[in-house]
């Protein structure tokens, strides 16, 4: 049904291209239908029209290897990423477990580790992003611990801090003004060699097996950094920046590592990464939060200590080594997941998918979890076309306007500004969507998506297709099936366009459920038209 308001404008909106993808104020035409009004007024139409929208079930299957894992480009490739960890469960999508598959390398190639080398201890540091300016800092604590054989006597700070919500998503809190809830964190050796240039060690549904349990923590949403100064001299024995430490088995690292020294396992990455086949981040948990780290903050530290003969006196000095974690240096890394949609809202859904006529309630998850399809009816690009040649009225405005569900999703998770994307596609002849680039507004200056009323129920949000309908309905283009997928397109650092292929769909942990094509609701999937006729 169509719904007609007469307007006049006056002042025009242009958006505008770059890492801005929102606008708070909701403006009547954009600047595409300018022209309209530069040399007299003009009357602007405002009308809606009904659209095909339908569930995509991604089958809990995406791509989720390094290059995927990208949160932000330079100029020389992939300058920071993320990784998810957690569990999440709720009734429309059910549980959401994640864990996190990386190979390791050593620092440095063939590194000798001295005469008897003994491992002290091995601690795996985890960075979360934390909340700076909220440092808690505790009493100065003296003791004396054990540095290579002598006995010490130290003062140690401790700092704590809180994490970041903002890459957080789920139950963070056990109830209403409640305590952080808690994420119980294992890390095992994994027994599979993770070849990166095989298909099936890039996708989040990956299997390895793994071995050695290697340490676990429990983490309760806090970070500490800490110091450790010599009584003595006031020197700094040890110093850590703020993370999550996870101590592991010395033992196996004794065996896996300092046994090895000079042999062949230890001598090249090839051989390493064949011998020590990486490391599976994991949770026990099977509700809770899911929650973003960066891997380049990741760090494996052993220490150890080795025989040194100083003029016939016999010490046991202590030395570090590091492990490389990080993606730079060409680490097989993999996001992978694993759901349980039983009993849920989205299991009865993607049974019963209606690509002719779209769906009444529409899914939309990150991380292999569904998408949306959207499209014009062809009757209405026919109807269009007709009111441009014949009435001569151009389209100003157009933008596809999506609602939550507020009878399924009225919920307090985390609704960002500028969690949904679009893209056109096509279907090929397996019926897959596949697409070939940005939609034209997007390559051609506009803003993409606005989003309203994220802090209620229901919200809703508009995409920008003012250029896309245009080429369709006065133009030549052929009509477009638009995909809408969780997450946001990755930016370089000059704040420009990564590319299409390059968004956070691989880690993004938001979802929704949206209210599609139900002619009964009046918060259905619309296209919104703005066009205007010269007086």
Request: one cysteine or more; aromatic letters at 10%; charged letters at 20%.
């Amino acid at each position: 049904m169509t719904h007609t308001v007469k307007r006049t404008f006056a002042i025009l909106f242009m958006a505008v291209f770059g890492s801005a993808f929102l606008y708070n104020c909701e403006p009547e035409a954009d600047s595409l239908g300018e022209q309209l009004f530069i040399d007299g007024a003009a009357e602007g139409n405002v009308s809606s029209y009904d659209l095909i929208a339908y569930n995509i079930d991604n089958h809990d299957s995406i791509r989720s290897d390094a290059s995927r894992l990208v949160q932000q480009i330079n100029t020389s490739g992939i300058s920071s990423s993320r990784f998810v960890l957690g569990a999440f469960s709720e009734g429309q999508f059910g549980m959401q477990k994640a864990s996190y598959l990386t190979q390791l390398r050593m620092s440095t190639d063939n590194f000798s580790f001295g005469t008897t080398p003994k491992v002290d201890s091995v601690v795996l540091v985890l960075r979360p992003d934390v909340v700076a300016d909220s440092v808690t800092t505790l009493p100065l604590k003296d003791e004396s611990i054990l540095v290579g054989t002598e006995t010490v006597p130290v003062s140690t700070e401790i700092k704590t801090y809180p994490t970041s919500f903002e890459y957080k998503y789920g139950k963070t809190k056990l109830g209403p003004g409640g305590t952080h809830t808690l994420m119980h964190i294992n890390v095992d050796e994994i027994t599979t060699f993770l070849d990166g240039n095989d298909v099936a060690f890039k996708r989040s549904n990956v299997v390895v097996g793994t071995g050695a349990a290697l340490g676990s923590t429990v983490f309760n949403g806090t970070v500490t950094a800490k110091t450790i100064t010599k009584k003595s001299d006031n020197s700094a024995l040890f110093t850590s920046d703020a993370g999550i430490r996870i101590r592991l088995d010395k033992d196996f690292f004794q065996t896996k590592i300092l046994d090895k020294n000079g042999k062949p396992e230890l001598m090249d990455a090839a051989n390493f990464t064949r011998y020590f086949k990486g490391i599976k981040l994991s949770v026990t948990d099977t509700d809770g939060y899911l929650l973003q780290i960066s891997p380049e903050s990741m760090e494996m530290i052993m220490y150890y200590t080795n025989e040194k003969n100083d003029n016939g006196t016999i010490t046991r000095p202590q030395s570090t080594f590091k492990f490389l974690l990080t993606g730079g240096v060409g680490n097989a890394r993999i996001g992978q997941y694993e759901y349980d949609r039983t009993g849920s809202a989205w299991a009865a859904a993607r049974s019963s998918i209606n690509e002719v006529d779209g769906d009444a309630k529409l899914y939309a998850q990150g991380m292999g979890g569904p998408s949306i399809a959207v499209k014009i009816p062809d009757a209405t690009i026919a109807s269009l076309k007709a009111s441009y040649e014949k009435d001569k009225n151009a389209i100003m405005s157009a933008k596809i306007r999506i609602y939550t569900d507020a009878a399924t999703w009225s919920n307090n998770y985390k609704r960002t500004i500028d969690n949904l994307m679009i893209l056109p596609v096509v279907k090929d002849a397996n019926g897959l969507l596949t697409s070939s680039g940005f939609l034209s507004d997007l390559t051609s200056g506009f803003g993409m998506i606005k989003s309203y009323d994220l802090d209620k129920n229901p919200s809703y949000y508009d995409f920008v297709v003012t250029k896309t309908v245009k080429d369709i309905v006065e133009g030549s283009e052929t009509n477009k099936i638009l995909l809408v997928n969780i997450g946001k397109f990755v930016l370089t650092t000059s704040s420009s366009l990564g590319g299409y292929k390059f968004t956070t769909r691989a880690f993004a942990t938001e979802r929704g459920v949206y209210v599609g094509s139900d002619k009964t609701n009046a918060n259905r999937i619309q296209l919104k038209i703005t066009y205007g006729t010269k007086k």
